[in-house]
């Protein structure tokens, strides 16, 4: 992070991202003179409200944050800078979103946690639209024109108050990873599954093991002997806001619904609290790591992996085995993971994987039969490209053989999939 006054003495001349949080009030006309280099600007976290139209003086801008700050509205002058392509306004208290605000380049447009209760019809109309986060907005509705977004492989709409599955959405060529959780037309209808209620004086948090959108793990040891428990727990305290999928209790109640599976972080209990809602589950041995990282500015919807990792084709084939298995398991229980990655899948030295955050997932039961396939066809494509990604990274001397080419097949098949057969029968 840089300093206002870094800026104003002239020291950040010719930088390609800036951020600047000092609690502004007004746009700093000093980032003007960073226009012949700033690609990436960054005002998350300050007062603002609204931008300069001399914003498109900074011709090579590419990529724009401004979350949390005051903005009711998304300002139109974004529309005009012509290599504007990721606009994140996450927090705000943005109610209106006209169609001048949408640059024709878009690729990644980011209003989670707004208050937004219609969309422009332009928004269908951005081709290269990739990455579309909605979620926590007052949306009724979803713009017809979307159905023309053939390059939308990540869409979030959970949190809304959507009364209509969006059908214009079930049928986009590529989208792959989908978030509709906590909107009327997705409520849960029905008794789900559940695990045993305990309270939070029931154990101790200790060393923090991760931190998510949703919440924060911790290692946590049980204050009296347990007879129904494991000594071992982890548990995921929830931060009880709206987050970039959705809202907690959703990713709750998947968590519990899809129940046990050998390649899953198992759920033994919950504390259901006011002000508190956590999760208590098996405590993952230490040897297990991250499989992936999670996407960058440039590859947007697609995992990344630290440089010189690889697999064997050995290794690949016994994790997307366990993946499909997961991907069954899941959707027997009528459950879109939404965000099945590489970066949410742990893995040891022998291969064996173990799937987690649940945060973007959804249940799918209370739709149609019809819509229930498309959801499922829809998460296809995400197991088709974590296939994909592992056989990127296959040692060289694997990727001639027989089993690189059969495992590639099965990528892209899921990853082909692009409709429902008008014929299709339902079992």
Not at 237 to 254: I, R, W
Request: net charge neutral; charged share 20%.
């Amino acid at each position: 992070m840089q300093t206002l006054s870094q800026l104003i003495s002239g020291k950040l001349s010719g930088i390609k991202h800036l951020k600047l949080s000092e609690n502004l009030t007004s746009f700093p006309t000093e980032i003007l003179t960073l226009a012949d280099s700033l690609e990436i600007l960054d005002l998350s976290d300050n007062q603002l409200s609204e931008l300069p139209e001399t914003l498109t003086a900074l011709h090579k801008l590419r990529i724009i944050f401004a979350s949390n700050n005051l903005f009711e509205s998304l300002p139109e002058v974004l529309g005009q800078c012509p290599q504007l392509e990721m606009v994140g306004f996450k927090s705000n208290k943005i109610k209106q979103l006209s169609e001048k605000s949408l640059p024709t380049k878009l690729r990644w447009l980011i209003l989670t946690d707004n208050q937004l209760e219609t969309l422009p019809d332009a928004l269908g109309e951005r081709p290269w639209l990739q990455k579309l986060a909605l979620a926590g907005n007052r949306l009724i509705k979803l713009p017809k024109s979307l159905a023309q977004s053939h390059n939308l492989e990540l869409l979030r709409i959970s949190a809304n108050r959507l009364t209509e599955c969006p059908d214009q959405l079930l049928n986009l060529p590529k989208l792959a990873w989908f978030a509709f959780s906590g909107n009327p037309f997705s409520q849960v209808k029905g008794k789900q599954r559940s695990v045993p209620k305990i309270s939070s004086s029931s154990f101790t948090l200790q060393k923090q093991l991760g931190q998510g959108a949703s919440g924060i793990i911790s290692q946590a040891v049980w204050r009296h002997q347990q007879t129904h428990f494991p000594a071992e727990i982890a548990v995921k305290v929830f931060k009880g806001a709206v987050t970039s999928d959705g809202y907690p209790e959703d990713e709750l109640q998947a968590c519990l619904q899809v129940g046990a599976h050998p390649n899953l972080v198992q759920s033994l209990a919950q504390v259901n609290e006011e002000g508190y809602l956590a999760l208590i589950m098996d405590l993952i041995p230490p040897h297990y790591r991250n499989l992936g990282l999670p996407p960058c500015f440039k590859s947007c919807t697609r995992d990344t992996f630290p440089p010189g990792f690889t697999l064997s084709i050995k290794h690949i084939d016994k994790i997307v085995v366990q993946m499909e298995a997961v991907f069954a398991h899941l959707h027997a229980k009528q459950v879109s993971h939404g965000d099945l990655y590489a970066h949410n899948t742990l893995f040891d030295e022998q291969a064996n994987i173990i799937v987690g955050d649940f945060g973007a997932a959804t249940l799918y039961h209370m739709q149609t039969e019809k819509q229930q396939v498309q959801i499922k066809l829809i998460e296809s494509r995400a197991l088709g490209h974590f296939i994909d990604d592992l056989l990127g990274l296959c040692v060289k001397e694997d990727q001639s053989s027989i089993q690189f080419k059969r495992i590639a097949r099965r990528g892209l098949v899921k990853r082909a999939v692009v409709t429902v057969p008008s014929q299709l029968q339902y079992n």
